[in-house]
């Protein structure tokens, strides 16, 4: 997407004030703060589809938390994020070339398949448990 490409930085540590690696160079460099609301709002849309859709594969247990070793799954908190996701698509759609509305698409479809998939195993889960 637009945002996640410019320079190879990582912009979630950017954005926290943190140090970033340069792609491809292999050394870090502290980042610079930045006002977020300094983005254009085409830019921030975008970078909160990346959040919420992170937070959606992490949600569906597909995805290790952050700063743990653990996998935890809330269906509720997943759907919520695709939603949103979906919704923020929606907005960004007409607003982005061809080739990252293909890949906004892509990922809102592979979100809401694997969603769907793993709600299925969870009822099936939960039926088979209660015959028993």
Request: hydrophobic share 35%; aromatic share 8%.
């Amino acid at each position: 997407m637009h945002l996640s490409k410019r320079s190879g930085i990582d912009w979630f540590r950017v954005l926290l004030g943190g140090k970033h690696e340069l792609s491809g160079e292999g050394e870090e460099k502290n980042a610079q703060v930045f006002d977020i609301t300094s983005l254009d709002t085409y830019d921030l849309l975008s970078f909160f589809v990346s959040i919420l859709s992170a937070q959606a594969w992490q949600h569906m247990g597909l995805r290790v938390k952050p700063g743990t070793d653990k996998v935890e799954k809330d269906f509720e908190r997943a759907k919520i994020a695709i939603d949103c996701t979906s919704f923020l698509i929606d907005k960004l759609e007409s607003h982005v070339e061809e080739k990252d509305r293909d890949a906004l698409r892509r990922l809102l479809s592979d979100l809401q398949i694997n969603y769907a998939k793993l709600s299925l195993e969870k009822q099936e889960q939960s039926t088979a448990v209660k015959k028993s």
